[in-house]
């Protein structure tokens, strides 16, 4: 199996930055698209930036321009450097990514989330 574990939120002025890591570790043959969500209460977790393994990106237009996602293969990690915060990016945000693993079969593809990490952008 695959397991995710996001680090790096935590409580930001307007106008500040942070960077989030995610970190994947199990039997990983091969992680393949990642991406980062949020969600906040009574809504639905809403994509923020994906990229590919070749490092192909996509950002929520709410996001571009201040966000950067981008992956690190040799640490089975992804980052989102996250710049001019506003209160509106309050969230919890969750690392997402599609993986093939290995079993005592052979390998299986899954989709994994991480347990999240909470951003609060104080005005």
């Known amino acids: 199996q695959v397991q995710l574990v996001e680090s790096g939120g935590g409580l930001v002025q307007a106008g500040g930055s942070l960077r989030l890591s995610c970190a994947a570790s199990g039997t990983i043959f091969e992680l393949d698209g990642m991406g980062w969500y949020r969600q906040t209460p009574g809504k639905q977790r809403e994509l923020v930036a994906s990229i590919t393994l070749t490092g192909s990106t996509n950002y929520a237009d709410s996001v571009k321009g201040r966000f950067t996602i981008s992956r690190d293969n040799r640490k089975n990690t992804m980052y989102l450097q996250m710049n001019s915060l506003k209160p509106e990016d309050t969230a919890v945000y969750y690392c997402?990514?599609?993986?093939?693993?290995?079993?005592?079969?052979?390998?299986?593809?899954?989709?994994?989330w991480g347990q999240g990490t909470q951003v609060t952008v104080s005005s």
């Open positions: 997402n990514a599609e993986a093939t693993f290995y079993t005592n079969l052979g390998t299986r593809r899954g989709d994994f």
